[in-house]
């Protein structure tokens, strides 16, 4: 496998079952994408080891989880051997995704600037507390400032220069 970035969509969490089943604890936003009898994933272990291809059979949600079926686990020993296993894509294969949105690791390490051109710093995290994402901006001060990701304030998003612009509204700083 070459170096390139795996990407999570679940963590298989347990077994289901007689018949080779296993429970997925979901870590994408596209999990009917991701997890479609027919789609193709990367198993990878635990611990250090090199991914391997496994095909979806089959698939369904139950209480917050996602019961799968793979090709090749046909029993129960077999699955019982993939506890703690990641599920994982190539960053090739993310989903596109809508204008104006973007993948939190596509904005961590932005640099954020002002619309009057002062850098304010760099995103380091984004936090999701409800109605819209908080994007917390590393200072040089060592302070943090936590960005409202809302059209009054996120101006401009470049992904490829990592840059974003901002607009300070009253009382943010």
């Known amino acids: 496998m070459t170096e390139e970035r795996l990407l999570n969509v679940g963590t298989i969490v347990n077994t289901h079952g007689v018949k ?3 429970r997925v604890w979901p870590q994408t936003d596209f999990p009917e994408l991701r997890f479609k009898p027919g789609s193709k994933l990367l198993l990878v272990p635990p611990e250090a080891g090199n991914p391997s291809p496994v095909e979806i059979q089959s698939s369904r949600e139950q209480k917050n989880v996602y019961v799968l079926k793979l090709k090749g686990i046909d029993d129960m020993n077999g699955a019982e051997k993939l506890k703690g296993w990641g599920l994982k894509v190539t ?3 993310r989903a596109p995704l809508d204008e104006g ?3 939190v690791r596509d904005i961590v390490g932005c640099m954020v600037v002002t619309e ?3 850098t304010l710093g ?3 995290d984004v936090l999701t ?4 994402d908080v994007w917390v901006v590393k200072r040089a001060t060592g302070k943090e400032l936590l960005l409202p ?3 009054d304030v996120v101006l401009e998003v470049d992904v490829a220069s990592k840059r974003i612009k901002v607009h300070l509204m ?4």
């Open 129 to 132: 507390p409800g109605a819209n």
């Open 20 to 22: 080779g089943e296993v």
């Open 122 to 124: 760099t995103v380091s």
């Open 101 to 103: 949105e973007y993948y």
């Open 91 to 93: 960053e090739t294969e």
């Open 170 to 173: 009253e009382g943010l700083l």
């Open 149 to 151: 990701v809302i059209d």
């Open 116 to 118: 009057d051109g002062e």
